[in-house]
């Protein structure tokens, strides 16, 4: 079983920063993949970046260059480092990790943070 507790969401003014970090526990968490996922009010929820476990990054076209994913496998934690703010990113960040190494896939889903971008 894996708990995931995100962190550092807020409210940001446009064009501005924040950092999102997920703590996994647990073990293994090298062998999860790491997603960050974003729900705004209305809206479905939606990939916003994602980190293999062998550290290779992908994002959403609509985050691309403003965002960055990382990982630490010696901390159990995943970030997310937010640049260039837009009113367009407020949403719940949900923190999302898949082991599908085994047979079995493993899924599990933090309980979200708020960002809003707002002046």
């Known amino acids: 079983q894996v708990q995931l507790v995100e962190s550092g969401g807020g409210l940001v003014q446009p064009g501005g920063s924040l950092g999102l970090a997920c703590a996994a526990s647990?073990?293994?968490?090298?062998?999860?993949?790491m997603n960050w996922y974003r729900q705004a009010p209305g809206k479905q929820r939606e990939l916003v970046a994602g980190i293999t476990t062998g550290g290779l990054a992908n994002y959403a076209d609509s985050v691309k260059g403003r965002f960055t994913i990382s990982r630490d496998n010696a901390k159990n934690t995943v970030y997310l480092q937010m640049n260039s703010l837009k009113p367009e990113d407020t949403a719940v960040y949900y923190c999302?990790?898949?082991?599908?190494?085994?047979?079995?896939?493993?899924?599990?889903w933090g309980q979200g943070t708020q960002v809003t971008v707002s002046s």
């Open positions: 999302y990790a898949r082991n599908s190494a085994g047979a079995v896939t493993y899924e599990y």
């Open positions: 647990g073990r293994s968490f090298r062998l999860y993949v």
